[in-house]
């Protein structure tokens, strides 16, 4: 991996090139309590956009995998990590790139979207729909799952769920309490109707963290919805219902 300053924060993150083609790059996102390896590597993403002739840039967010670790919540809000995704765009001098990112990644890519829709030639939410408005999906106690002394004294399932995910991919549990309890803005349905760039929604169809993909797709107005048939919030990032909608939305979009 590599590393870049954003304004401070070291931000870890990998930029391969594609098998063959235009290069055209995208940038990856990855959700909360993962990393670039987890989120994006190990489910197939990164082999299969650069099998389709993508440049592919995937960082490690704030707080996460190899980038710096910060311990206070207001380090961490979405606005401030998108910017972290803008200034690696600015850092590897790419003017323009389609923005993938998934759950907690969806939403720094709308925020950066909203703020800048000229560095993003398309945004697709994968794992966040309406909640991204409504503010609902995780239970309350996932910060203090991550502060526990143990993850048998987690007893609410989600909770639980994250706790273990949490220590599978060796992650800071206390930056990941300060991550969640900062992390969680919401837009406003005029915010969300204001992002003038192509948006494919992609969510689970069984998945109860994300909220309904349609619902959040009809408020902007060049979105499209795309429903992972019979995937929970877990299973939807690989999925390969998943990547042939998202390549054919690359591939149809100005």
Known sequence: MQTFDSDGVPIAYIDVAPKEGEAEPILLIH??????TVNWVNTSWVRTL???GRRVIALDNRGHGRSGKLYDPEA????LMAEDARRLLDHLDIPRADVMGYSMGARITAFLA???PGRVRSALLGGLGIHLVEGRGLPAGISEAMEAPSRD????PTARMFRVFAEQTGSDLKALAACMRGSRQTLSRA???QIEVPVLVAVGTTDTVAGSGPALAALIPEAKALDIPNRDHNLAVGDKVHKAGVLDFLAARP
């Not at 959700?31 to 670039?36: Q, R, T, V, W």
């Not at 004294?153 to 609410?156: A, F, I, M």
């Open 50 to 52: 650069t099998g389709a």
């Open 114 to 116: 909203l703020a800048h």
């Open 153 to 156: 004294d987690v007893t609410e």
């Open 191 to 193: 915010e969300v109707a």
């Open 31 to 36: 959700g909360f309590a993962s990393n670039h």
């Open 76 to 79: 961490y809000g979405s606005d």
